[in-house]
C-alpha cells in the first residue's frame, strides 16, 4: 500500500464552484498534514498546514484532518481561474526536521 | 516577505558531469532540505541537514550526492557525475525550529 494517496485527477469546473480535493494515508505516525499549491514549474507554494485531526480555514481554503479515518481533505469555495493549478498533500510525524511525504497531486482547472 | 531563492532556474550538463545546485534558504530558518521530482512523479525527499551536518538522507541519496553549507546563506547540492535518472525539478526548502517548509522555486536539471 502506498503511504500517501491523491488521485492526479485532472478535475475541472466552472468558476464559483465548491472544490473538494483529497488525500489518503496508511501511516498512523503522521500528524502534521499540509496542502501545497503548485503552478506549472514552480515550487510548491503552502497554502495550509494542520496539526492532528480537526479542521482549519483560511479565507476560501478549508483544511480537514480525520485521523481515524487516515483522510485529509481541502476545500476550495468560490473557485477562481487563478486557483487553477496543481494541488499536493505532504505530510510528517512528529518532532522537527522530518522529511515530508508527498501525494501525487491533483491538477485543478478553473474555467470563467 | 522573504523567500528561499534557487539558482541556477535550469541546467543542462551531459552525463557523468559534476552539477552543483544553489540554494539561498530564508535567513534565521535551521533545517535545510532537498527534494527532487521527476516529471509526471511525486515530490522525493534527498536529504535534511540541520546544525552543519546531514541528519537524515533517502536511499537516493548514494555517494554521487553532497551537500554544503559553505558559508552562513548559501547551500548547495553537488552531484558527482550525473545520470539521465538524474534529470527531475530540484527544489531546496528551509523551515524554522521544526516547522513547516518553505520551498524555492527549483532547478530544472536535464542530463543528456
Known amino acids: 500500500q502506498k503511504e500517501v494517496e491523491q488521485d492526479p485527477g485532472p478535475l475541472s469546473v466552472p468558476e464559483g464552484a465548491i472544490v473538494s480535493l483529497n488525500c489518503t494515508y496508511s501511516n498512523s505516525a503522521f500528524q502534521y498534514f499540509m496542502w501545497y499549491r503548485q503552478y506549472s514549474r514552480k515550487g510548491p507554494e503552502l497554502l495550509m498546514y494542520t496539526y492532528s485531526s480537526g479542521n482549519k480555514e483560511d479565507g476560501r481554503f478549508t483544511a480537514q484532518v480525520d485521523k481515524s479515518s487516515k483522510y485529509i481533505s481541502l476545500f476550495i469555495r468560490d473557485s477562481q481561474p487563478s486557483d487553477s493549478a496543481t494541488y499536493l498533500c505532504a505530510m510528517r510525524g512528529a518532532g522537527n526536521n522530518r522529511k515530508l511525504i508527498w501525494g501525487l497531486g491533483t491538477s485543478l482547472a478553473v474555467n470563467p | 516577505e522573504p523567500e528561499v531563492t534557487q539558482t541556477p532556474s535550469h541546467q543542462v550538463t551531459q552525463m557523468g558531469q559534476e552539477v552543483i545546485l544553489r540554494c539561498v534558504p530564508i535567513s534565521n530558518h535551521l533545517y535545510f532540505y532537498w527534494y527532487r521530482q521527476i516529471l509526471g512523479q511525486k515530490v522525493e525527499f534527498l536529504v535534511s541537514?540541520?546544525?552543519?551536518?546531514?541528519?537524515?538522507k533517502s536511499e537516493i541519496f548514494d555517494d554521487q550526492f553532497s551537500v554544503e553549507r559553505p558559508d552562513g546563506s548559501n547551500f548547495t547540492l553537488k552531484i558527482r557525475s550525473t545520470k539521465l535518472e538524474d534529470s527531475a525539478m530540484y527544489f531546496c526548502?528551509?523551515?524554522?525550529?521544526?516547522?513547516?517548509?518553505?520551498f524555492g522555486p527549483g532547478t530544472r536539471l536535464l542530463v543528456l
Open positions: 526548502a528551509s523551515c524554522p525550529a521544526g516547522e513547516t517548509q518553505y
Open positions: 541537514f540541520y546544525n552543519n551536518e546531514i541528519s537524515e
